[in-house]
């Protein structure tokens, strides 16, 4: 059973607009997010955290917000240029636990195309 | 900056070949971590370490092996490759667990 869901496998976006990548989970012990971006070929990059104490983290033209009570948080992207076009994934885990428990979550990704 | 490195880019090699992937840090990271990633199935964890000479089975640890005899260096080991080994193949290091992890460039394996 999938704890962390990325329910499109895709997204097109034209440049300039905003973007919006979404993840659902399940375990309500999750209080540790992440998103990460890769391109083809490449390993995934980091790319912004957020912990369950905030509902929204920034940097840049990215936002995370997290909704704890629906079990969903989303990435923004504003505005969306061309070479944002990468697969994102989303992952979990949860501060409390260590050891394997504490290993992150990932969803199977999103791939986001932005078109000019 | 972290930097993950891993020994191939791509790599060919022939069904029943033993197959070593080899990964390295350089963050004095306790933590490291082999994926696979397959179109439609995401990141799959096959093995991860904690420290020196540990391991310990991710998701999918059938068909492999790893080896951690140093602290920086974390090995992946096909010990005869099948063509559905083939599939894109990333390490990851972190400071902690559960924590940030950094990926390496991954590397490209096809088995004919």
């Known amino acids: 059973d999938q704890q962390v869901k990325q329910n499109s496998p895709s997204l097109s976006v034209q440049e300039g607009r905003i973007s919006i990548l979404n993840c659902d989970y399940t375990n309500s012990m999750f209080d540790y997010f992440l998103w990460y971006k890769k391109y083809p070929a490449e390993g995934p ?22 909704n704890k009570s629906a079990k969903h948080l989303s990435l923004h992207i504003v505005p969306s240029q061309p070479g944002d076009s990468a697969v994102y994934f989303c992952a979990a885990s949860a501060l409390i636990y260590g050891g394997s428990q504490g290993n992150l979550i990932f969803g199977k990704g999103t791939k986001l195309s932005v078109k000019p | 900056d972290v930097k993950v490195t891993q020994s191939s880019r791509y ?27 397959d179109p439609g199935l995401g990141l799959r964890l096959i093995y991860f370490s904690y420290d020196v000479k540990m391991k310990e089975k991710g998701d999918i640890p059938e068909g492999y092996s790893v080896s951690r005899e140093k602290k920086e260096r974390f090995s992946l080991i096909l010990e005869s490759a099948s063509t559905n080994q ?3 193949y990333l390490c990851a290091s972190s400071l ?17």
Do not use: A
Request: charged share 25%.
């Open chain 2, 96 to 112: 902690e667990v559960p924590d940030t992890q950094y990926f390496g460039p991954g590397t490209r394996l096809t088995v004919l």
């Open chain 1, 45 to 66: 990059t980091f790319l912004i955290s957020i912990s369950s104490i905030k509902d929204k983290n920034e940097d840049g033209r990215f936002t995370v917000f997290l």
């Open chain 2, 86 to 88: 083939t599939s894109m």
């Open chain 2, 11 to 37: 790599l060919v090699k022939r069904t029943g070949e033993k197959v070593f992937l080899e990964c390295v840090q350089d963050m004095d990271h306790e933590n490291m971590f082999w994926y696979r990633q």
